[in-house]
T-cell receptor, first 111, second 114 residues
């Protein structure tokens, strides 16, 4: 089955700087890659996703890139703000739609 | 607010007991997924239902079962509970195969087994 690895497990950045989280997947059949943000005591919130026919997608300060050949995808957050502090999860799925999650990155924005 | 609701928010019970967790998907969504989140195992897929039928199974224990009713709400039944079943249980919904693939998560049920 699919295996998703995520790095780093923790990340601290100064407010205003950029943050990058990286994931690799193992199943070449995976074709959908969402990113979730989870705040304390809440469920995961979908923040951006990318499909395998696209190399990059942006939504305001958030962007995701996908390299199908290398089987890795990354989340980029620019101009970080205190409210970006949370745990971020990457995930991968095939047409069966169940999500396989990475182990999470705890992002801390330092004011 | 994702539009997915889960009850109860918290559940405390004893080993050997049985509990039922309930999920109502977003309006119009046909697929419901159940995930377990624990500190040592992370977010793990348990089971998926689509329009009342079981569609996919993950690492779900035989002591656990689920169903999706005609009104599309779903219930996850956990029986013969063990200490290791303590975790957050999330339900997610998506439109299904004919619609979008995005999964939207509910707020979760925190289960504590004493």
């Amino acid at each position: 089955g699919e295996n998703v690895e995520q790095h780093p497990s923790t990340l601290s950045v100064q407010e205003g700087d950029s943050a990058v989280i990286k994931c690799t997947y193992s199943d070449s059949a995976s074709n959908y890659f969402p990113w979730y943000k989870q705040e304390l005591g809440k469920g995961p919130q979908l923040i951006i996703d990318i499909r395998s026919n696209v190399g990059e997608k942006k939504d305001q300060r958030i962007a995701v890139t996908l390299n199908k050949t290398a089987k890795h995808f990354s989340l980029h957050i620019t101009e970080t703000q205190p409210e970006d502090s949370a745990v971020y999860f990457c995930a991968a799925s095939t047409f069966h739609e169940k999500l396989t999650f990475g182990t999470g990155t705890r992002l801390t924005i330092i004011p | 607010d994702s539009g997915v609701t889960q009850t109860p928010k918290h559940l405390i019970t004893a080993t050997g007991q049985r509990v039922t967790l309930r999920c109502s998907p977003r309006s119009g969504d046909l697929s419901v997924y159940w995930y377990q989140q624990s500190l040592d195992q992370g977010l793990q897929f348990l089971i998926q239902y689509y329009n009342g039928e079981e569609r996919a199974k993950g690492n779900i224990l035989e002591r656990f079962s689920a169903q999706q009713f005609p009104d599309l709400h779903s219930e996850l039944n956990l029986s013969s509970l063990e200490l290791g079943d303590s975790a957050l249980y999330f339900c997610a919904s998506s439109p299904g195969t004919s619609g979008g693939r995005e999964q939207f998560f509910g707020p979760g049920t925190r289960l504590t087994v004493l």
